[in-house]
């Protein structure tokens, strides 16, 4: 861990965004004039480390060749599940002759404000640990766990109700980047593609084997566009952010 390793930078771009419901992916959704991706692609092309970036797109995405970027771009094609888009994207870094010690770098598309500062700290961090590192923040708000049960007097309808408070002192929520030791990350993507484990991002299949991964705190501006309303919210970052 002595040496400085080298940093690559992959984007995964390859899922839909159901729940964003919009009829094309929400990755090509257009903010200051740029699709939320090359937003992504320039955040990494400002951090000193990265020089190039894999892009993971859908088998049948024809819309990210057609795009200017930032940062030279190489492709790769993704899978059903996130997992399976990053792992598309570890073979491909893996064939184009990376070194196990390598750090990869994974961002989410879908994440175009995040920070450059942040990049280049959570790739610091990184760098000091045998598995890797991703930004998060701490829960902010009160959490509450629930229950559902069905209302006669709504219709029968299952209507949840708070069952207790729980304890945030110790609670993140992971954003991207995320990165890790390339070697490292192939073996734990193997143990869930082996376990058929379900994981909504790599931080996690590292736990599955009890692995540390470091927890970097990140901006509250990282928000990744997921439903209808964080449109509102990226648009109103991206402006702020642009302005400066
Ligand atoms: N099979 C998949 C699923 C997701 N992603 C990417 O992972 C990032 C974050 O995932 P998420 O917000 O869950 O994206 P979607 O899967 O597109 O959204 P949804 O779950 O609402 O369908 C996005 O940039 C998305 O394109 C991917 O590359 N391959
Ligand atoms: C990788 C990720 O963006 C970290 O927040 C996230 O896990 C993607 O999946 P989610 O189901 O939208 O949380």
Not at 86 to 98: F, K, M, P, R
Not at 169 to 174: G, K, L, R, T, Y
Not at 190 to 202: A, K, N, P
Request: hydrophobic share 40%; proline share 5%.
């Amino acid at each position: 861990m002595n040496k400085t390793p080298n940093i690559h930078a992959m984007i995964v771009a390859a899922g839909r965004g159901s729940r964003f419901g919009a009829s094309i992916a929400k990755q090509y959704t257009m903010l200051q004039e740029q699709t939320l991706l090359q937003h992504s692609v320039a955040r990494l092309g400002h951090s000193d480390y990265i020089n190039k970036c894999l892009l993971v797109v859908a088998a049948d995405d024809s819309t990210a060749q057609e795009l200017e970027f930032e940062l030279p771009i190489y492709y790769a094609v993704g899978g059903a599940e996130r997992w399976q888009s990053v792992q598309a994207g570890v073979e491909a870094i893996s064939e184009s002759g990376a070194d196990d010690s390598d750090l990869v770098l994974i961002h989410d598309a879908a994440r175009p404000a995040v920070p450059s500062v942040d990049i280049d700290r959570v790739i610091k961090a990184a760098m000091r640990e045998p598995y890797g590192a991703i930004l998060a923040t701490p829960a902010a708000d009160t959490l509450k766990s629930s229950y559902q049960k069905i209302t006669p007097t709504e219709e029968d309808r299952l209507i949840s109700y708070v069952k207790c408070t729980i304890d945030r002192s110790n609670i993140w929520q992971a954003q991207t980047p995320q990165v890790f030791r390339l070697g490292q990350l192939k073996r734990v993507l193997r143990y869930v593609s082996e376990h058929q484990l379900s994981i909504t991002d790599e931080a996690s299949a590292f736990e599955h084997l009890a692995l540390p991964i470091r927890l970097v705190p990140g901006s509250r501006q990282n928000i990744k566009l997921t439903y209808p309303d964080d449109a509102i919210l990226l648009a109103a970052i991206l402006d702020i952010q642009f302005s400066h």
